[in-house]
């Protein structure tokens, strides 16, 4: 009887490391974009790893329960509910393309764009309302796409404070 367990452990084992083999890079990638740590130098996403570490343990530990599941979508899962439970800690990326949104952006970013997963599945997974994923993910894509700004005030912060443009001729308002 012993022997059959001690099978079935290594079969499980050796499954595991092959699902790793072929999906940890994607994984890693993924963690290290919700982190927004950068994805160079190799290392310096300590705390992606750990993230994906921690996601892979509860993935290894719930591999019997998957009954022909698919492990990809489990440790997606992991990764996603472990990155939104402690996204505290990573509210100040050190880098990395994402930097510029914040945890939540991140998360509902890579969940939709990069793992394109549906809007549906997104929202069931984080537990909130579709068209709260939807403008989550569309916000997150407009900052993406405005230009960075300067530390300091531009040209156009100084052009609102100056208050509103006014047509040669026109009469302030009493």
Do not use: K, N
């Not at 999906?23 to 890693?28: D, Q, V």
């Not at 160079?40 to 290894?60: F, I, K, N, S, V």
């Not at 800690?89 to 990069?114: A, D, K, M, S």
């Amino acid at each position: 009887m012993a022997e059959r367990a001690t099978h079935r452990d290594r079969l499980r084992a050796l499954e595991f490391e092959a699902f790793v083999a072929g999906a940890g890079g994607r994984l890693l990638h993924t963690a290290t974009l919700l982190t927004g740590e950068p994805s160079h130098p190799p290392g310096a996403y300590e705390r992606a790893e750990r993230l994906l570490h921690a996601a892979l343990a509860r993935t290894y530990a719930g591999w019997d329960g998957l009954r022909g599941g698919d492990p990809y979508d489990l440790a997606r899962r992991e990764l996603a509910l472990r990155f939104a439970r402690e996204a505290r800690r990573h509210q100040r990326p050190r880098g990395g393309p994402l930097e510029r949104l914040t945890p939540i952006e991140r998360l509902v970013l890579v969940l939709r764009l990069y793992e394109e997963v549906d809007e549906e599945q997104t929202a069931a997974l984080l537990g909130l309302p579709g068209d709260r994923v939807r403008a989550v993910c569309a916000r997150a894509v407009a900052a993406l796409r405005a230009p960075r700004r300067a530390a300091g005030p531009g040209p156009a912060a100084a052009h609102r404070a100056a208050g509103p443009r006014r047509s040669p001729g026109s009469r302030a308002a009493p």
